[in-house]
């Protein structure tokens, strides 16, 4: 539809329907079972009149069930304006990949294309024409239970990761509309949703500005930059303001100064949610609040619809803003294509071939692989060998509970096992592992295994050459409203390991979890997964890991504390006026007394079977400076030292020496993933631009200063070594 013809729908469009648009409710108020909406109508205090004016939908999905929601919506409404179908799709819609911190462990920004891609065609072709993804909040916080969605806690790979989601889910610019494979992408949650007070969900958010811009917003700049439709706010305040009402964040940064012209949802209740903040009074104050900051829909409560006509009446509210917000919301559809096409991707048959199918799951179990962090590998325990017998064990030994917390339309009765993996698992030459797995009859729980359960472990493993202990959180132990003031493993669980470890002390342990964790009580193990919550084909990467068959090139993008006193603890830190490299034997100097400053595995490590060494960097500028007009190239060799193919993923790590606010200690400004074969040396190089050092100044520009840079190329953010020293003109 032509953009005039969208003016002219609005013109036709009474006060009412144009504050329709601005809601969203769930779809039982639009079930064809009046008993199933009566409930939700009452609490929620709509009519049948009122529900034919709701601009949108939350959390319906299928096929069948979104034509027929939207044939009955577009017949009762006056100007058969289309409804539109929005939905939690976080890292895949039925076949479900890594949780988005795991696969940000594979630091492969085209594993996140795919991902979404493969995402965005079951969500379209189930009927979904947005989702409420990518989550780009910065974390460095494990307690807080929605780290597992984030990517972790350096802005530069946020951005990078953010933007390749984009591009997943809505294909180039424009295809939107001709493509209805494709989904408008819901970039979330701004902002700095993160940075929550002790981790507890919810709780207040407050830095300096030059800090949320320079560290918490990149992110979602990013995302903004790579096209995302839609952005949703987040619970928490911003300067004392909650971000749903919050017209500097929404309007000044958001809207003017990131140019973004899509839509602005309200997060779940959070224009509602101004009255227990203490900012509204009522429903009246915190529309008029929301609707001046901007937000154009209103998710799952009413004060707009409440009370948005007395504002106009009243003057009080413009109703100009809320033509903005409509024409916004109709652009939108229009650019989904949803007048001429309502039911868009939605096809019944097409739905059953597409979703879940097994390419889309061969995509899953690829990249699951490369997500699997290797965190120690002593002696060479792994890879495992095809002849040894195996005692596989632990709570999470054959729980399907792997798929994650925001794993919506997953199904974990169709979730590969780890036992189902190991056991499936044919080596090269055809050999079955299935006998070689042995497992207790008895589940294990999570918290309190039973004396019967240790028994039986403790005998399989006193028989077993390897045991693989399967450990880690429940899923609910991790997401939203899910945070944790102990990050250790359960007691449980260390008890176990213990006893286990009396009979047999080759223990592999293989981790189920959201958040980084405090290792605590397994240093025994002689070697240790991190395999997050994997997925669909769990099970299946990780025995392709365990075996051999993948090695592991995964690494963290959240430090794990040694302690959870220690948080936040994370590798771009201040340098601090006393720092404790400098005079690690002063006593006053910025350090614990009772626990090291460092992380137990920092931002940007994890092994392999292969061993990557790095030679001396090298800088191509003459006299080591660089400018906006002639960028450093910055040139180092890696060698694969090991008889084992493999990938490393190096590093480009910066250091301002100076700046007008205090700079990190180190900043990554680049990564590659290197593959080199078994003995293979091979030259790379990273190009080191001006714009890559500008920073957030207390004028709030983002400009770079003349000066002195360190430059390390690393495969981690600890392991940094001789750096060189640039000057930037
Ligand atoms: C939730 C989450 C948000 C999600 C929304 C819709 O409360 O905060 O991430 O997209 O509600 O389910």
Known sequence: MEQSNIEDLLRQMTLEEKIGQLTQITGDFYSDKAEDRTGPMSQL?????????????????????????????MERNRLHIPTMFMGDVIHGYETIFPI?????????????????RVSAEEASVSGLSAVFSPMVDLVRDPR?????????????????????????????????????????????????????????????????????????????????????????????????????????????????????DGVLISDFGAVKELISHGVAADESQAASLSIHAGVDIEMMTLCYMHTLEALVTSGAVDERLIDESVLRILRLKNELGLFEHPFRGADEAR?????????????????????????????????????????????????????????????????????????????????????????????????????????????????ADVVILALGELSTMSGEAASRSNIHLPKGQIALFDAVHKVNPHIVVVLFNGRPLDLSGIEAADAILEAWYPGTEGGAAIADVLFGAVNPSGKVTMSFPESVGQ????????????????????????????????????????????????????????????????????????????????????????????????????????????????????????????KDVRYVHLDDSMRSDPGDFLVWVAGNSRDLSNPIRLHLE
């Open 100 to 116: 988005p911190l795991g696969l940000a462990s594979s630091w492969d920004t085209d594993a996140f294309e795919e991902m979404a």
């Open 144 to 260: 807080w239970g929605r780290v597992m969605e984030s990517t972790g806690e350096d802005p530069f790979l946020n951005g990078k990761f953010a933007s390749a989601m984009v591009t997943g889910y809505q294909g180039e610019p424009g295809e939107l509309q001709d493509h209805f494979n494709k989904v408008a992408a819901c970039v979330k949650h701004f902002a700095a949703y993160g940075a929550v007070t002790g981790g507890r969900d919810y709780n207040t958010v407050d830095m300096s500005e030059q800090r949320l811009r320079d560290v918490y917003l990149r992110g979602y700049h990013a995302a903004i930059e790579a096209g995302a439709r839609l952005v949703m706010t987040s619970f928490n305040t911003v300067g004392g303001i909650p971000a749903t009402g919050n017209r500097h964040l929404m309007q000044d940064i958001l809207r003017d100064e990131f140019g973004f």
């Open 567 to 690: 948080i936040p603890v994370f590798y771009d830190e201040d340098n601090t006026g006393r720092p404790y490299e400098q005079a690690p034997n002063e006593k006053y100097v910025s350090k614990y007394l009772d626990v090291s400053n460092y992380a137990a595995y920092p931002f940007g490590f994890g092994l392999s079977y292969s061993h990557f060494s790095y030679g001396s960097p090298v800088v191509s500028v003459s006299g080591n400076g660089f400018s906006a007009e002639h960028p450093a190239i910055i040139r180092v060799s890696i060698t694969n030292d090991s008889e084992v193919d493999g990938v490393e993923i190096a590093q480009l790590y910066v250091r301002d020496l100076v700046g007008e606010v205090v700079r990190p200690v180190k900043q990554l400004k680049g990564f590659q993933r290197v593959a080199l074969a078994a003995g293979e040396t091979r030259e790379i190089e990273f190009e080191l631009d001006e």
């Open 351 to 463: 739905e059953k071939e597409i979703v879940f199918s097994t390419s889309h799951r061969a995509t899953a179990r690829r990249i699951t692989a490369e997500s699997l962090v290797l965190l120690r590998n002593n002696d060479a325990t792994l890879p495992l060998k095809a002849s040894q017998s195996i005692a596989l064990l632990g709570p999470a030994a054959q729980s399907p509970d792997i798929l994650g917390a925001w794993s919506w339309r997953g199904r974990t009765d169709r979730a590969v096992t780890l036992m189902q993996g190991l056991r499936k698992f044919a080596s090269a030459d055809g050999e079955s592992m299935r006998s070689h797995v042995k497992t207790t009859e008895e589940r294990c729980d999570y918290f309190v295994p039973t004396e019967s359960v240790i028994a039986a472990s403790v005998e399989l493993a006193k028989h």
């Open 45 to 73: 205090g709509l009519d049948d009149e009122q529900i034919t004016n709701v601009g949108t939908v939350l959390g319906v999905v299928g096929a069948s069930e979104c034509r027929r929601i939207q044939r009955q919506y």
